[in-house]
């Protein structure tokens, strides 16, 4: 399911940006994508050695995206809502 988020900066908060960065639009862009970066090796960190000792997984995908779906679609997938909620 994508997600479109929008901020809208104050003028103050956007002037503080442009005084450090040529371009807040693309600072942005490009911490989202070292997060969604940083979180993905860390789910595959997590997980590739879980599946690696699952005797049913036949298979592990290379594709970063495939991994993921993989994952996401086991039993014992939660995410950090619901590993919060569960107190780990």
Known sequence: ????YTRIFTDAELNALHNDLTSPAD????AI?????????RME???IPKL????EVASIPADRDALITLV?????????AARD???E
């Open 85 to 87: 909620a569960a107190g």
């Open 72 to 80: 996401l679609a086991r039993s014992d997938y939660q995410n950090r």
């Open 45 to 47: 960190r997590e997980w």
């Open 1 to 4: 399911m994508p997600l479109t």
């Open 33 to 41: 994508v070292g997060k969604v970066n940083n979180c993905s090796k």
């Open 52 to 55: 690696q000792a699952d005797s």
């Open 27 to 30: 600072w942005v862009d490009q």
